[in-house]
């Protein structure tokens, strides 16, 4: 076998050393997000049904994944519709529990932890309560309503941005919050948007996942039995 002495040392690093255009990065990024989406699906076949805490761990697995490799565009990244979900089918107490998850372990470790990761945690966790409280509203029949899942994740963005711009006041006069809001507004279009996109995409299968792990409520049982 003959050798190539014009490849060895730093030159072999080289070669993993390829320079990407913005777009084929995030295509890249989105690509990797898609396989780990599968890969956690496979996983989560071999859960018990009532896993619901590993579920929890699962989906912050993919927030958190979502948050760091979605980070090139503005303001899009798939935790808002994430934790909308949760709030539908886990309720408000779990749901705050993984935007908190989400929020501190993407900040930490890649993104940047400050005062705002508390007001993201606020911001993700209301958009959880939400879903708990309009359960009845998008989930008909034990499946999601998507026309009106769009409608709330796309009002979550507006929501969500609001909520952490909050943030500013502790450093800033309270005049200034409307134009910095008015300032954002650009970005907050980018989250709803974002949003619609990712409820056309990911909704159906995690809501069916998370359908199979969901406990239903004694109440619900019993009107279901009266019903039948």
């Given at each position: 076998?003959?050798?190539h002495?014009?490849?060895?040392?730093?030159?072999?690093?080289d070669?993993?050393?390829?320079?990407?255009?913005?777009?084929q990065?995030?295509?890249?990024?989105?690509s990797?997000?898609?396989?780990?989406?599968?890969?956690?699906?496979?996983a989560e076949?071999?859960?018990?049904?009532?896993?619901?805490?590993?579920?929890?761990?699962?989906?912050?697995?993919?927030?958190?994944?979502?948050?760091?490799?979605?980070?090139?565009?503005?303001?899009?990244?798939?935790?808002?519709?994430?934790?909308?979900?949760?709030?539908?089918?886990?309720?408000?107490?779990?749901?705050?529990?993984?935007?908190?998850?989400?929020?501190?372990?993407?900040?930490?470790?890649?993104?940047?932890?400050?005062?705002w990761?508390?007001?993201?945690?606020?911001?993700?966790?209301?958009?959880?309560?939400?879903?708990?409280?309009?359960?009845?509203?998008?989930?008909?029949?034990?499946?999601?309503?998507?026309?009106?899942?769009?409608?709330v994740?796309?009002?979550?963005?507006?929501?969500?941005?609001?909520?952490?711009?909050?943030?500013?006041?502790?450093?800033?006069?309270?005049?200034?919050?409307?134009?910095?809001?008015?300032?954002?507004?650009?970005?907050?279009?980018?989250?709803?948007?974002?949003?619609?996109?990712f409820?056309?995409?990911?909704?159906?299968?995690?809501?069916?996942i998370?359908?199979?792990?969901?406990?239903?409520?004694?109440a619900?049982v019993?009107?279901?039995?009266?019903?039948?």
């Amino acid at each position: 076998m003959t050798s190539h002495p014009e490849i060895r040392g730093s030159d072999v690093s080289d070669l993993h050393n390829i320079a990407l255009t913005s777009g084929q990065a995030i295509l890249l990024n989105a690509s990797i997000l898609g396989l780990i989406l599968l890969a956690l699906h496979r996983a989560e076949r071999r859960l018990d049904n009532d896993s619901q805490w590993m579920m929890l761990g699962i989906l912050a697995i993919f927030g958190v994944s979502g948050r760091i490799l979605l980070e090139p565009l503005p303001n899009i990244q798939p935790v808002t519709v994430i934790v909308l979900l949760s709030g539908i089918y886990y309720g408000a107490p779990r749901a705050f529990a993984l935007a908190g998850i989400i929020a501190m372990a993407s900040n930490v470790l890649v993104l940047g932890h400050g005062p705002w990761t508390l007001f993201q945690v606020i911001g993700w966790g209301s958009v959880g309560l939400a879903g708990a409280l309009l359960v009845d509203w998008l989930l008909i029949d034990g499946k999601l309503n998507l026309n009106r899942v769009a409608v709330v994740a796309i009002a979550a963005g507006f929501v969500f941005d609001w909520i952490v711009s909050l943030s500013v006041l502790l450093k800033t006069d309270p005049s200034m919050l409307v134009p910095f809001l008015l300032n954002g507004l650009v970005f907050d279009l980018y989250h709803a948007a974002g949003n619609l996109a990712f409820v056309a995409w990911m909704a159906v299968p995690i809501g069916e996942i998370l359908a199979r792990h969901r406990v239903v409520p004694a109440a619900e049982v019993v009107s279901e039995v009266v019903a039948n």
